[in-house]
């Protein structure tokens, strides 16, 4: 199955581009997604966790993450399994970091396969949903993570809160911008269909009181 996703960070292409080469923080701004070790030689061990209504699923996987710093584009393959549906994953994400005056615009195209148990769930309008909340939640962490560090009010107010991913240490990487406290341990992917209709259903409402 073939996707593309296009959204837009409102900092300069450098900053986004610099932020697409820490493999780390990327991972820490998709939901539901966690380093299961460090990275080393831009080579990913990751886990990702997503719910399909009564069955949920954690795809452990491995991903090589490629970088052309003359284009600022690059690529990631990787792979994963679920071992309590006998499920796997496989494919290849492209992306394009692309200047538009102060704002820049990201590009992704992604192409992947999925077998066993779950294949049943992988129509095209669940995966679309699927994949239209989880780039906008992307989007969202990423332009927060580019925002200027907190002032040291703000960090001593935060203190209590735990941070997204631990293991990440975004918190406590000197240069890097604070994550919030996010809950996405997890990915409903049936309540994000819902949340899409309810979108939709407002949308159409209101072109008719238009």
Do not use: Y
């Not at 990275?39 to 996987?61: E, M």
């Amino acid at each position: 199955m073939d996707l593309n996703q296009r959204f837009t960070i409102d900092a300069p292409a450098a900053d986004v581009w610099q932020a697409f080469q820490d493999p780390a923080l990327l991972v820490d701004c998709l939901p539901g997604a966690t380093l299961r070790e460090p990275v080393a030689d831009n080579h990913l061990k990751l886990t990702f966790q997503v719910k399909l209504g009564p069955i949920a699923a954690a795809f452990a996987g491995e991903g090589d993450l490629s970088l052309d710093d003359a284009t600022r584009s690059g690529a990631l393959q990787g792979r994963g399994t679920d071992r309590k549906s006998n499920s796997r994953v496989k494919g290849e994400a492209a992306f394009a970091v692309i200047e538009e005056g102060a704002t820049t615009a990201v590009e992704l195209s992604v192409s992947f396969s999925i077998t066993g148990k779950l294949a049943q769930f992988s129509r095209e309008g669940i995966v679309k949903a699927l994949a239209d909340q989880l780039t906008r939640d992307f989007a969202d962490n990423l332009q927060q993570a580019l925002q200027p560090e907190a002032s040291a009010e703000d960090a001593a107010g935060d203190t209590q809160a735990p941070a997204k991913h631990a293991a990440n240490d975004v918190a406590q990487t000197p240069g890097r911008a604070r994550l919030k406290s996010v809950d996405t341990s997890s990915v409903n992917a049936l309540s994000l269909v819902w949340r899409m209709i309810v979108n939709w259903w407002r949308r159409l409402l209101g072109k008719s009181a238009a």
